[in-house]
């Protein structure tokens, strides 16, 4: 790197700030650095008004070009840091992304091409470039042409490392189904060194630059992004017409950024990601929800809690529906063969209030789980009631009201009374029952699964607690319309019940245990 006169660099941020040295050190996300007269600014950084001591004026050009800097010094003085005089006269300096800079040097092809290959060999390693440039100046404002005829001052290599966990959380994606596309404006070489490094860019994919996509129109896009893991040097249009590429794929985008340039493309996705912290209000309010910790690894764990959400519903609504749908092949059974009727009205609400709802909150709390992150994502349009879904929820109701009828069967060969109460103790406890046959897509009951949930085996115990009070407690018997029963019909109730459940294993055994894994 070439430095001006004696070598020497100001540090001006993090440990060693004020110091002067060869060894430069600073923060990439501020970028508050002065190599003897080259000033980076930033946007966080407040310019002074012109004729101040240090007073900058200062112009950007359209993204990603060179930012241009006009230092106005004050004759005579001692320089500062964020300031600097060089013999009494104006200085224009510029800093910007080196292959766009280096159009604008009066450098010699040789040592460009010794700029472009240090600059490659920089960019390999994961590192932010930027380029230095100063030429005399005595203007007082700055237009585009001013960025010609610059004399090389030097580049600045920044590391700005992914976090730990953003490695893990792109492995995740994967597993789930997921495609993780870096978008960015760093150089390709650059962002292909840190994607490779946390996994988003394999021997699968491809890197390519945002002037790449100006040759391809809307449709043709649909096909070229497939297999694009990252996409450099682009601008806020490149960004649109990705989104927009992936969505016609059938896919559903979600989209992070921080900056102004960055909100039609938030608007655009199906999930617009702001960034909490380091995110513009302007960006905030296009997106559809904001990042209170900047970190990519908490989207991945929306993913896994919206997973197991749904998950949670779809169990407490096979249950519901299962149970009732038992219910009324019984009803449907007995009207047909010209039996009485196997429910009072009292049994009806007793099964409404307590051994429907009590089960379904306890699925709708279970424990979540990994193996969700290991599916492909559902369709976007799938209903929730799929066929195969409605399948379960058919077979289900059929162990259940086979076991209820034949309970109706044994207790109608004594009296109609005895034979109604036999059929709404089997349909209570094997609803019961039925909701732990419910916690997943296979079998549960030799699993640690069986007792990983607090809130079902509450729900289980009071349903117990109130069946057996109405079967035995005299005054409920009275209310219940419950008809006294012998040990062994009793004990018939728990085994009919227990037996249903113990089907519906067997079946989950053989026909939904490969499908789970």
Not at 26 to 55: C, F, M, T, W
Not at 118 to 129: P, Q
Not at 267 to 290: F, H, L, N, R
């Amino acid at each position: 790197m070439k430095i001006r006169k004696d070598d020497k660099v100001v540090v001006l941020s993090g440990r060693d700030k004020g110091k002067e040295g060869k060894v430069l050190s600073a923060d990439p996300k501020n970028g508050k650095v002065i190599v003897e007269g080259v000033l980076v600014a930033s946007r966080h950084q407040k310019p002074r008004k012109q004729g101040e001591e240090g007073g900058i004026i200062q112009r950007e050009t359209p993204i990603y070009a060179s930012k241009v800097m006009l230092v106005c010094p004050k004759c005579g003085k001692p320089t500062r840091v964020g300031h600097t005089v060089i013999d009494g006269e104006k200085v224009l300096y510029v800093k910007g992304a080196a292959d766009v800079l280096i159009n604008r040097i009066t450098s010699s092809d040789e040592e460009k091409a010794v700029i472009t290959q240090r600059v490659a060999e920089l960019s390999e390693k994961g590192l932010r470039i930027l380029a230095f440039a100063e030429k005399k100046f005595d203007k007082d404002t700055v237009c585009p042409e001013d960025e010609d005829g610059l004399e090389f001052v030097g580049l600045i290599a920044m590391m700005d490392p992914p976090r730990e966990e953003s490695k893990a959380a792109v492995a995740e994606c994967r597993k789930a189904g997921i495609k993780p596309v870096m978008i960015t404006g760093d150089h390709i070489v650059t962002a292909s060194a840190i994607a490779r490094e946390i996994g988003i860019l394999d021997d699968n994919s491809k890197a390519v630059e945002g002037h790449e996509l100006d040759a391809y129109s809307d449709e043709e896009l649909v096909d070229f992004v497939k297999d694009k893991a990252v996409y450099a040097r682009v601008t806020p249009e490149h960004k649109i017409r990705i989104v927009k590429a992936w969505q016609a794929n059938g896919c559903i985008v979600s989209m992070t950024g921080d900056g102004v340039n960055d909100a039609p493309a938030l608007k655009q996705a199906d999930v617009g990601v702001a960034m909490g912290i380091t995110g513009t209000e302007v960006s905030k309010d296009a997106a559809s929800m904001v990042l209170a910790d900047d970190n990519f690894a908490t989207i991945v764990k929306a993913i896994r809690n919206g997973r197991n959400i749904y998950e949670n519903i779809k169990k407490a609504i096979l249950f519901l529906l299962s149970g009732n749908f038992a219910a009324i092949l019984v009803v449907l059974f007995n009207s047909l063969l010209g039996l009485p009727v196997p429910f009072a009205a009292i049994h009806l609400l007793f099964i409404n209030l307590l051994t429907d709802s009590l089960p379904a909150i306890g699925l709708g709390l279970e424990p979540h789980s990994e193996e969700v992150m290991k599916r492909k994502p559902r369709n976007a349009n799938e209903s929730i009631l799929t066929r195969p879904f409605l399948g379960e929820i058919a077979l289900y109701g059929v162990v259940i009201a086979i076991a209820v009828a034949l309970a109706f069967l044994m207790g109608n060969k004594t009296s109609a009374a005895l034979g109604m109460t036999m059929a709404f103790a089997v349909l209570c406890s094997a609803r019961l029952f039925h909701g732990f046959s419910c916690k997943k897509k296979g079998p549960v009951i030799f699993s640690k699964d069986f007792f990983n949930n607090k809130f079902g085996l509450m729900a289980f115990g009071l349903g117990m607690v109130f069946l057996n009070s109405v079967l035995l407690v005299p005054p409920l018997k009275g209310l219940f319309k419950i008809a006294d029963m012998t040990g062994m019909q009793f004990a018939w109730i728990y085994i009919l019940s227990f037996g249903s459940m113990l089907v519906i294993q067997l079946i989950k055994a053989i026909f939904f245990t490969k499908s789970e894994k």
